[in-house]
């Protein structure tokens, strides 16, 4: 991060982060505490460390960090995450056909796993396939990486799918409220604007998937495939980059169940802020991050959907 952007969040939180000096000891100033957070969450460094580095104490760096990441999300999270309108709204279309090869597209959704101590309550709710206690971040990417949309909090063990139906952004789709009302002619017919998932996700009208191994009988399915991934891609490397910047989220975490909210949400934030700000980003960082899908196929495919995904395949045949 540098120090324009740095000083940018020192100046956006300071007035929520501040605190008075008293008759013993002089208050910790907003630049340090900012900076005791991002140590924090771009390390993962034990409190100890942190406390040695910074002059201070245990408790005060796990106090601050979670004061200001409170701040964070507070002040910044509205207009660092949200979804676009308007105009805004037609820019991320075009993007994903300019730069990724998909039209119409409005996103691309996933989810991902936030390692954690297993809590004393619940153990196995929060223990996952891959064989570790976690709790599960959905994100809906842009075609920059940034996030338009985030759900955090089910535990580890429930299905992409099932955090998907129960989360607002299914609601806003279903309800026409997520994706710009604009159809358009693809592969001779009028399809609406759609955003991408995987094999785990339902597949909806507005929802495209791709086509399962065993159905891949076409070359037109196969280009539709190939042509899905690489737009779906944005996501799967947004939350490599994500967890590659605030490797918090890329070791198991031994915050309290209640405070990790606040933390997960927090770094999501930075993330956008730094894609916003253009700061530059090492991909060695994300050489320890897991990327291997975790999905399995769900259900049959809804027939207005698969009306859908066709025109999708004539289009890419062509």
Known sequence: MTQTTFMYLVNALKDHIKKANTSLQDAIDPERRVAITLWRLATNAEYRTIAQLFGVGISTVCTVVHQVCAAIV???????????????????????????????????VDGTHIPIQGPKEFQNDY???????????????????KFMKVNFGFPGS?????????????????????????????GGKSVPVVI???????????LM???????????????????????RMV??????????RWRILLKRNDTRIQKLPNLVIACCVLHNLCESSGEDFDTHLMNEVDQTADACETGSDNDDACVVRNAFVEYFEL
């Not at 992409?160 to 693809?186: H, M, T, W």
């Open 74 to 108: 507070e002040v910044l999270a509205k207009d660092l995450i949200h979804i676009p309108k308007g105009n805004a709204a037609l820019e991320v279309i075009r993007g994903f056909e300019t730069r990724w090869g998909f039209p119409h597209c409005f996103g691309a």
């Open 127 to 145: 223990y996952n396939r891959k064989g570790f206690h976690s709790v599960v971040l959905q994100g809906f990417v842009d075609h920059q990486y």
């Open 158 to 186: 429930v299905h992409d799918a099932r955090v998907f139906v129960n989360s607002q952004l299914y609601k806003l789709g279903s309800e026409g409220l997520l994706c710009p009302q604009v159809q358009r002619q693809i």
């Open 196 to 206: 991408l998932g995987d094999s785990a996700y339902p597949a909806l009208t507005w």
């Open 209 to 231: 998937k791709p086509f399962s191994d065993n159905r891949l009988q076409t070359p037109g399915r196969r280009a539709y495939n190939y042509h899905h991934s690489r737009a």
């Open 235 to 244: 996501v799967e490397n947004a939350f490599g980059r994500l967890k590659g």
